[in-house]
């Protein structure tokens, strides 16, 4: 038996977006919850998958700023992550402040198992859609994005 939609939508924009946010929602569940059983707190996945995006490490308010936290929350986060081998942290030469960061070997698995199931998440998600679906899905979305891009003035 299908279930029924509790959306009470008066359009069809409305019952769309709330498939959409309904979707993106059980999107980022699965991901959670194939990411907690990498063993990783959210906070420290999310610092280890941004630092893998660099191809020099930042330093630690370059993070903080990137990343739209604090100081203090980067600082806790790479010693739990130096802590479990993730990464591993020393003084720079010219600079005794600076701490230079790099992930270790365990890091870089952990970023690549990561990765393999964020495919596998979104491999699941497309199941059953063509290339053509997707094409045209994707076309949607940019225009959508296009068409809200000037209601978010300091999105890029």
């Known amino acids: 038996?299908?279930?029924q939609n509790k959306c009470?939508?008066?359009?069809?924009?409305?019952m769309a977006m709330?498939?959409?946010?309904?979707?993106?929602?059980?999107?980022?569940?699965?991901?959670?919850?194939?990411?907690?059983?990498?063993?990783f707190h959210h906070s420290q996945h999310r610092m280890?998958?941004?630092?893998?995006?660099?191809?020099?490490i930042p330093s630690q308010k370059?993070?903080?700023?990137?990343?739209?936290?604090?100081?203090?929350?980067?600082?806790?986060?790479l010693k739990r992550l130096e802590k479990e081998g993730y990464i591993a942290r020393?003084?720079?030469d010219e600079d005794n402040r600076r701490n230079e960061i790099r992930i270790t070997?365990?890091?870089i698995a952990a970023v690549n198992a990561s990765r393999d199931l964020f495919v596998a998440v979104d491999h699941r998600m497309f199941e059953g859609l063509t290339e053509d679906e997707i094409k045209t899905f994707t076309i949607i979305l940019e225009r959508m994005r296009d068409n809200?891009?000037?209601?978010?003035?300091?999105?890029?």
Do not use: W
């Open 1 to 3: 038996m299908k279930k």
């Open 8 to 14: 009470q939508c008066a359009t069809p924009e409305g």
């Open 18 to 39: 709330h498939l959409f946010i309904r979707v993106s929602h059980m999107h980022h569940a699965a991901i959670e919850g194939r990411v907690s059983k990498l063993g």
């Open 48 to 56: 280890l998958m941004h630092l893998a995006r660099y191809e020099h």
């Open 62 to 77: 370059e993070l903080a700023d990137a990343m739209g936290i604090s100081p203090a929350a980067v600082t806790t986060t």
């Open 90 to 92: 020393s003084v720079t």
């Open 105 to 107: 070997d365990a890091g």
């Open 148 to 156: 809200l891009r000037d209601e978010q003035p300091n999105e890029s």
